[in-house]
């Protein structure tokens, strides 16, 4: 670590962050005022809280924003009826679908904000959600005071490293926030100085090609798999060789359906990639990653219409899924063999 007094360092910014906090909420009793707390990270974001509850003189009263919603203002006012709190607390602006349509109308209502809301708002922002405000709400953003949130350094290790092992473990199924957060913190610790380690930036390239799958840019996540893949290799480390050998075959399935034609070439690598995948959990004695996988190179196979090759296959993965699978891949098994009886 470049600076072994940062951690001690950032702990007390956040504690001196949150006596200002609880400073202006309380000098803003019965008046409105916005507050936009940056904070790029779930579990900070959730602590800071809990000690803010602690210190807080006065009840604060928390909604959470449904992902669907169109405007800030007549959504808060929904939420809180005919209530009106001593300190209000907003979550969600982060996972709000259509967030450039409610930071245009906030600032287009902002006067509304000042005559019906007479006290402090408070406002969860990431780094995203802050370019946002200060884009399309300039006006509102203007009004607001801005209070920071930062994860020492050790602790984004860490978080990295945690989360990285269990994607590839398959505990955690990453959604687009959980990328934004690891990207995040990649992003903090260079602007920090700090040299990841090699495998923890092979696993981070993992991440970034499921990133970009999520968002349809498929030839970046190939790209972000096969760095990834090439690192894992020379470790030698079997079990992620295959899962990202999986993850580039899905990628082709993707390809496949974008491009339909071409379509027969993109399935022909994703039988590729998938048999090398089998290959690999054989080799690492993985009969439980052979047997969750194994039905994707039976789908792929169906779309070739390669009936004996899926029939030999079917064989194989039968007896798996009667020890290791679940009645939905039975069924599917089943459903091969039908099909290849009626080709």
């Known amino acids: 670590m470049s600076n072994q007094q940062e951690p001690e360092n950032l702990a007390f910014d956040n504690e001196r962050s949150l006596q200002t906090l609880v400073r202006t909420i309380t000098l803003s009793q019965g008046e409105f005022s916005l507050i936009l707390l940056r904070c790029n990270y779930a579990v900070l974001r959730q602590r800071m809280v809990e000690r803010l509850r602690q210190l807080s003189p006065v009840h604060i009263h928390e909604i959470i924003l449904p992902a669907s919603v169109k405007t800030l203002y007549t959504n808060i006012r929904e939420q809180l009826l005919n209530e009106q709190p ?19 109308s906030a600032n287009q209502v902002r006067e509304e904000f000042r005559k019906n809301f007479p006290f402090p708002i408070l406002l969860w922002v990431n ?18 005071t801005i209070i920071e949130f930062e994860n020492p350094t050790d ?4 978080f990295l490293q945690q989360k990285t092992d269990e994607i590839f473990a398959g505990d955690v199924t990453p959604d687009s926030q959980m990328c934004r957060e690891l990207e995040t913190a990649r992003q903090d610790l260079q602007n920090r100085g700090e040299v990841l ?3 923890l930036q092979a696993s981070l390239e993992f991440v970034l090609g499921l990133n970009d799958y999520f968002h349809d840019q498929i030839d970046s996540a190939l790209r972000h798999y096969h760095q990834s893949l090439e690192f894992w290799r020379e470790s030698n480390h079997l079990e992620r060789q295959g899962i990202l050998l999986v993850n580039i075959a899905l990628a082709y399935n993707r390809q496949a359906e974008k491009n339909q034609t071409e379509n ?26 052979v047997a969750k996988h194994i039905t994707k190179l039976g789908e792929v196979l169906r779309r070739l219409q390669a009936w004996a090759e899926l029939q030999s296959l079917v064989e194989k993965s039968l007896p798996l899924h009667q020890n290791y699978g679940t009645p939905l891949q039975l069924a599917e098994d089943y459903g091969f063999l039908a099909e290849v009886a009626a080709s």
């Open 86 to 104: 001593s300190v209000l607390m907003v979550f969600g602006l982060e996972s709000i679908k259509d967030i450039d349509t409610v930071m245009t």
């Open 127 to 144: 780094d995203q959600v802050l370019q946002k405000f200060i884009r399309l709400a300039t006006d509102l953003e203007n009004w607001a």
């Open 155 to 158: 602790e984004l290790v860490n």
């Open 197 to 199: 380690e090699a495998a």
């Open 264 to 289: 027969q070439r993109y399935w022909q690598e994703s039988r590729n990639y998938l048999q090398q995948a089998i290959n690999i959990f054989e080799q690492a004695r993985r009969s439980d990653l």
